[in-house]
């Protein structure tokens, strides 16, 4: 949300500081993404009034003007081009030296042989505009030589609110100022429209409806009870009424709960006054015309959507708010034809949609320069149907993103009052019937109850019933004791959707009093005893293991390329490299491996615990893993190191892996990969969930190499760990040399040993492996530590030599592995 530093002033009737303000909406309201400065560049431009026109010398196109700027040295001669320049009116001057916008500094020079001291000013020149054909004439009684920004209110500053979700009043300088009104002192009040006289017809503002007004069965041209013979809409009977000729029938009360439209005749539709459009620029806002720009004023100002139809081009003439027929088509202000369907709400005349609901009008009711009668609605369409056609047409708005938020349906009255207000000041006009309200269910304001013990109890530090009153009540909550002061009724009023709860006033003070005025120091408090989920104590025990490992932790985005045919295609995707969800969190990890190299980092450790996708059937599987790279030196280098520390190599990887594995998955078991693979899997029950080796990167010739792994983590938590005492009796050592044919693995052989060498085998470590001399071809020596014990008894040497035997025989008979004797 872009918020007009200027337009707060107005509101508040006070001078804001930018800066200032920027940083008390950060810490009390919401978040602040930037403060950019408008028109400040036009600190050297002054106010000069011309005192003589004559024609140049040399030029029939130029002129000669006799400028007064307040100067010491008196009037200086300006040669001007423009043809609008006229005696004795004051203009925006330029003086020798001065910088324009766009940082040209001017300068003394002859133009067709006469000298000229400067210029004059046109809106384009100055960044105001893009008239560039005259002169900027200004209606000003400032004496020659002010400050040009002193004068008209030109410079301001944009404030850049990163609005959350929940708070829509926040879409509207009035509900920023409110929230400023409570931080810094005052009250908010609407400024005055310039040339702005009564709208109001007969009966005065009582006519234009009040804040809980919802008249469903009035007579003449309001709302009436629906008649035999008038169509049901899809929630009960349909709501109709007449204003000014023009009938109105609410037939989807469902999609629009409350529907206001007024008639104003007799309106000149023109480009919009200065201050008007210099509001809507002051926001980014493109200035149509004053009937068009005045109904942006008022939605950036109270936050209400409102749409302008030309009565001319409406058949009937009628507006019927209805559920759209199946594949209705309607071109909307876009230029683009799109179908609608029953799912959504349109706005129609007496035979065809005009407005899709809460999303944008069409060009088969806009105004132009020959509309003379306006109908104006102002509406509360159901936000959760707003997004959905949003979403089903791709097309979003201004009053679709405030919609589907929902806006203040008790405030429409008074906003529809203060549209009225400024059409009629800037386009002339006049209102002959009071609006109509159709208002089926009305609603009342919630109340909740607040108890200040309970809020001091959540806050951690007292809070007394005056200031919870004093706090809520700066930001247009209604407070009134309750149980004998034991508690407060809070009426929360219908900008503030998101307060339901008792919580959420407290949140509310503690919001508005401020977070850094709370004390800081660890107070008493009672701990939890609800556990976290198993997936996060996994989650927890990976990330302490890898961080320990000298592993840092990285977030990357889920989205990439297609990285396989179960990939998960995206929707609607930000870029052809994101159109898919990833399967694997290697791909993300590797690409900050080459954002490092490209840092000329060359020593790189990352993990990352996050979510993979995979196509099935019905949905997506999804499920949480693990995955680390790591490249470069095996550890930090020590100037007392003369030699260079080696580089991490596939051992250093196996090292990593089983790690993670028994982090992660302490079920699975680490094996040699299969298929040729270089490399290891973590298989569980004959599945395999995950693996490692080496990887493919877009590597500089001094990077190391890059390897990388990949674990599923398993969601089961390990059994309860119990304690052991150490053991009392002497272990019996063994070490043996085994010779194993080509194709026997290391772990195949310890399998075995352990299986028959029964529970007496305590412990089972290789500690060499050798080839070469004394070793057959196609065999390798592989020697084993073996520790047998008893716990209850010390073992005798003959035992220990008959268990050992015993597997030895069974490694022979079963894998063709046999003692090395020599």
């Excluded at 003449?220 to 709501?239: D, K, Q, W």
């Excluded at 068009?292 to 936050?303: I, K, Q, R």
């Excluded at 909740?448 to 004093?470: F, K």
């Excluded at 700066?474 to 034991?486: I, T």
Aim: aromatic letters at 6%; charged letters at 25%.
């Amino acid at each position: 949300m872009i918020v007009s530093r200027r337009w707060l002033e107005a509101l508040l009737d006070r001078p804001l500081d930018a800066r200032e303000t920027a940083e008390r909406l950060t810490m009390h309201v919401a978040p602040v993404d930037a403060v950019v400065p408008l028109h400040q560049d036009l600190g050297d431009i002054v106010v000069a009034r011309v005192l003589e026109v004559n024609k140049h010398p040399n030029a029939d196109r130029l002129t000669l003007c006799l400028v007064d700027a307040g100067s010491a040295g008196g009037p200086v001669q300006v040669v001007c081009g423009a043809r609008n320049v006229q005696a004795g009116k004051s203009y925006p001057y330029a003086p020798v030296g001065a910088v324009l916008p766009g940082g040209v500094r001017l300068e003394r020079k002859p133009i067709r042989g006469v000298e000229s001291n400067g210029m004059l000013c046109s809106a384009k020149e100055l960044g105001l505009g893009d008239d560039h054909a005259g002169i900027l004439e200004l209606d000003t009684a400032a004496p020659p030589g002010s400050r040009f920004v002193d004068v008209v209110p030109v410079a301001d500053h944009q404030i850049i609110i990163d609005v959350p979700a929940n708070r829509p009043d926040l879409l509207g300088h009035k509900g920023v100022a409110r929230e400023l009104a409570a931080i810094l002192g005052g009250a908010v009040k609407l400024p005055p429209i310039p040339g702005a006289g009564s709208a109001a017809p007969a009966g005065g503002d009582a006519a234009l409806g009040g804040r809980r007004r919802a008249p469903s069965t009035r007579g003449g041209g309001s709302a009436r009870a629906a008649e035999p013979g008038v169509a049901a809409g899809p929630s009960g009977p349909a709501t109709t009424g007449i204003v000014d000729g023009v009938e109105v029938r609410l037939e989807d009360p469902e999609g629009a709960p409350r529907y206001m439209i007024a008639v104003i005749r007799g309106v000149k539709v023109a480009p919009s006054p200065p201050w008007l459009a210099g509001r809507l620029s002051s926001i980014g806002q493109r200035p149509i015309n004053n009937i068009v720009d005045a109904t942006n004023y008022v939605l950036f100002e109270v936050n209400q959507p409102l749409h302008a139809f030309d009565l001319a081009k409406l058949r009937g003439p009628a507006v019927v708010v209805r559920r759209a027929k199946p594949n209705e088509p309607i071109v909307t202000l876009d230029g683009v034809q799109r179908t609608l369907t029953p799912e959504m709400t349109a706005i129609c005349d007496a035979e065809r949609p005009t407005i899709i609901a809460g999303v944008m009008g069409s060009a088969a009711s806009e105004v132009t320069e020959s509309t003379t009668d306006l109908v104006l609605e102002c509406a509360y369409f159901q936000p959760t149907r707003v997004r959905r056609t949003r979403r089903a047409l791709g097309l979003s708005s201004e009053s679709s993103y405030r919609f589907e938020r929902g806006i203040d349906q008790l405030g429409m009255p008074a906003a529809l009052r203060r549209a009225i207000d400024v059409i009629v000041a800037v386009a002339g006009g006049a209102l002959r019937e009071p609006p109509l309200d159709l208002w089926p269910q009305p609603v009342q304001e919630k109340t909740i109850s607040l108890r200040p013990e309970r809020a001091s109890h959540l806050l951690g530090v007292p809070t007394e019933r005056a200031e919870l009153e004093r706090l809520l009540t700066s930001v247009g909550f209604f407070v009134a004791p309750k149980d004998g002061g034991n508690r407060l009724a809070v009426q929360v009023p219908g900008w503030r959707p998101d307060v339901t709860r008792e919580v959420d006033l407290i949140e509310e003070a503690a919001r508005l009093k401020g977070y850094d005025a709370f004390p800081d120091e660890l107070r008493p408090y009672r701990s939890g005893t609800v556990p976290d989920a198993p997936v996060e104590q996994i989650k927890a025990r990976v990330r302490e293991q890898l961080a320990h490992s000298g592993f840092f932790e990285a977030r990357t985005i889920p989205l990439g390329p297609r990285d396989g045919p179960d990939a998960v295609a995206v929707r609607n995707p930000l870029s052809a490299d994101e159109a898919y969800l990833r399967r694997r969190l290697i791909p993300g990890l590797v690409r900050r491996v080459e954002h490092n190299w490209a840092s000329r980092n060359r020593d790189v450790r990352l993990f990352e615990i996050g979510n993979v996708f995979r196509a099935a059937q019905d949905r997506p599987e999804e499920w949480d893993s693990v995955a680390g790279v790591l490249t470069g030196a095996r550890r930090p280098p020590h100037w007392s190191e003369g030699a260079k520390v080696p580089d991490m190599d596939i051992w250093d990887l196996k090292h990593h892996f089983e790690l993670a594995v028994r982090a992660a998955a302490p079920s699975c078991d680490v094996q040699p990969a299969t298929g040729g693979v270089v490399g290891w899997e973590a298989v569980q029950r004959g599945e395999v969930w995950g693996w490692a080796g080496r990887l493919e990167a877009d590597a500089p010739v001094w990077a190391a190499a890059l390897f990388g792994f990949e674990v599923r983590l398993d969601a089961t938590l390990p059994g309860a760990v119990h304690y052991r005492p150490l053991p009392t009796q002497p272990p019996v050592e063994r070490d043996i040399a085994l010779l194993l044919p080509a194709g026997v693995s290391a772990g195949a052989v310890s399998a075995v040993l352990a299986r028959a060498a029964g529970p007496l085998l305590e412990r089972l470590e290789v500690f060499d492996e050798y080839r070469g001399a004394g070793v057959p071809a196609g065999y390798r020596s592989v020697a084993w530590h073996c520790t047998f014990r008893d716990p209850a008894r010390t073992l005798r040497e003959r035992e220990v030599d008959e268990l050992l035997a015993g597997a030895l025989q069974a490694l022979e008979d079963e894998l063709g592995v046999r003692r090395r004797e020599s």
